[in-house]
């Protein structure tokens, strides 16, 4: 593996059949961002595993600590445009810090019982359904107070940007559908301890017929649920038309549409 590194920023090249690309910022002292790019999507450990390897050169001989992450994948469907070169984009922030200090043992859950459970997965799904509508009101202002938006790494005038042109481009909803609500409960993978939901859904506009992945809500103990990191994909109804129906189902399952 060839390496090339400053102080606060650096490249590194993978050497295999892909031509991933991970390159390294100092964020603060002991603390650094890797940005994994690649032509063509790889799994969310495939990515971790990729960015170890420089991890473990950065921190010369410190222990690499995973924290927070976002990722953003284009994939072209129904014989789309050919994909770019930065197709998939993997972001993770490391921490170097001696053996001694990393963390050990299981942590507990939150939630007190199935209840209290119920009760959660009840209040996401409607916060979920509210959001998605909010952004199909131009309510953005309303919409942005649901979102972490500095946990979901883009600023604020992107996000809204994005949100308004997806909209215009959309119409007016025909049908806000969450169909799947997971709860992870204090998990110990997670960067913070707290309670992660993630919320599966599957939309249909006038002119997006297809709209599906999912939203992952985080609340940190003691605190609210906030929006955390997004998924989502989508089909106008011009791309469907020229999608041969064989290929829908699998399409529908690259986008987490699940069904009713």
Not at 99 to 123: D, F, M, W, Y
Not at 236 to 246: F, G, M, N, V, Y
Not at 250 to 255: A, N, Y
Request: hydrophobic share 40%; with cysteine; charged share 25%.
């Amino acid at each position: 593996m060839n390496v090339f590194v400053t102080l606060l920023a650096g490249i590194f090249w993978i050497s295999s059949a892909s031509a991933a690309e991970v390159s390294v910022r100092q964020v603060q002292p002991g603390t650094y961002e890797f940005v994994l790019t690649n032509p063509t999507p790889l799994s969310e450990s495939d990515a971790r595993a990729r960015i170890a390897e420089a991890a473990a050169s950065t921190c010369k001989g410190l222990t690499a600590v995973p924290g927070r992450w976002r990722y953003e994948s284009k994939e072209a469907i129904g014989g789309g445009d050919p994909l770019s070169r930065e197709t998939f984009r993997f972001v993770l922030e490391v921490s170097c810090v001696p053996g001694a200090q990393v963390q050990s043992g299981a942590r507990r859950p939150t939630l007190q019982n199935e209840e209290e459970s119920r009760r959660i997965q009840n209040e996401v799904k409607l916060k979920s359904e509210a959001y998605f509508r909010l952004i199909a009101s131009k309510q953005i202002d309303e919409a942005l107070t649901q979102v972490a938006i500095a946990r979901m790494g883009v600023d604020e005038a992107r996000w809204k940007s994005d949100k308004l042109s997806f909209q215009a481009m959309a119409g007016e909803p025909l049908e806000i559908s969450i169909r799947k609500i997971t709860v992870y409960d204090n998990p110990a993978a997670a960067p913070e301890p707290g309670l992660y939901v993630a919320a599966d859904y599957s939309n249909v506009y006038r002119d997006v017929p297809i709209h599906c992945g999912y939203l992952m809500w985080f609340r940190p103990v003691g605190g609210e649920f906030h929006i955390t990191r997004e998924e989502t994909g989508h089909v106008t109804s011009e791309q469907l038309r020229s999608i041969p129906s064989a290929q829908l189902p699998e399409i529908k399952r690259r986008l987490r549409c699940l069904a009713p």
